[in-house]
């Protein structure tokens, strides 16, 4: 593949990727069964502010990327589209995406939701463009700590769950059934996404992020 193609088809990825998981996030909300834990955060100041979720998104993302500077961390062309691109295309499914009212409809909303979001993830982290806000911000506390990575995303998930419950974002089953299967998806689609090298051919999987360190946004 030549370095233009190459350098085409890893953006394509990206940008896909991104949209998707503004797509799946989208669903998770249409199922009404359980969130993400930072959609949840995202859902419960979209309720105390008015504004929706997507954009509340993007500011959070934002703000994030800001705590970025004291720990140390660049960001990539990743990072800064991630900040605006899922919030976009969060709101765009949700507008075209139909209200669902009965648990026949919800369920199937769930698990599609919960699948492209894998599907999604691993799309744009084989990308190599550098990680979400979010990412960033738990790689870099275990890098400043010295705390494990493991710990550090326990630790400020558990707090975005919390406080945004609180606000009035939705946990459920399907907050449940995401945290024990999004390792696993991502895994999966990192490597049927992984991006063969420009020079030689091979794949390389989401290069300069450790894989235990994949994290929702």
Do not use: C, K
């Not at 691109?85 to 919960?114: F, H, K």
């Amino acid at each position: 593949m030549s370095t233009q193609g190459h350098l085409i088809r890893r953006l394509v990825q990206l940008y896909l990727g991104l949209a998707l998981y503004g797509a799946s996030s989208a669903l998770l909300v249409e199922s009404g069964l359980g969130l993400e834990p930072w959609n949840v955060l995202h859902q419960g100041l979209a309720e105390l502010t008015g504004l929706t979720i997507g954009v509340v998104s993007i500011v959070v993302g934002a703000a994030v990327l800001l705590l970025w500077i004291p720990l140390r961390q660049r960001p990539g062309l990743g990072t800064v589209s991630n900040v605006f691109v899922v919030g976009i295309a969060m709101d765009g499914a949700l507008a075209v995406v139909p209200e669902a009212d009965t648990l026949p409809v919800r369920v199937p909303l769930m698990l599609a939701g919960i699948l492209l979001n894998g599907v999604a993830t691993g799309l744009y982290i084989a990308a190599r463009f550098g990680p979400g806000p979010r990412d960033g911000l738990m790689t870099g506390l275990h890098r400043r700590t010295g705390r494990s990575i493991r710990l550090m995303r326990t630790a400020v998930e558990v707090a975005v769950v919390v406080t945004g419950f609180a606000l009035g974002g939705t946990i459920g089953v399907g907050t449940l059934l995401y945290a024990v299967s999004i390792g696993p998806l991502a895994q999966l689609f990192l490597r049927v996404f992984a991006v063969p090298s420009a020079s030689d051919g091979s794949t390389v999987v989401a290069g300069g992020q450790p894989r235990r360190a994949i994290l929702r946004r």
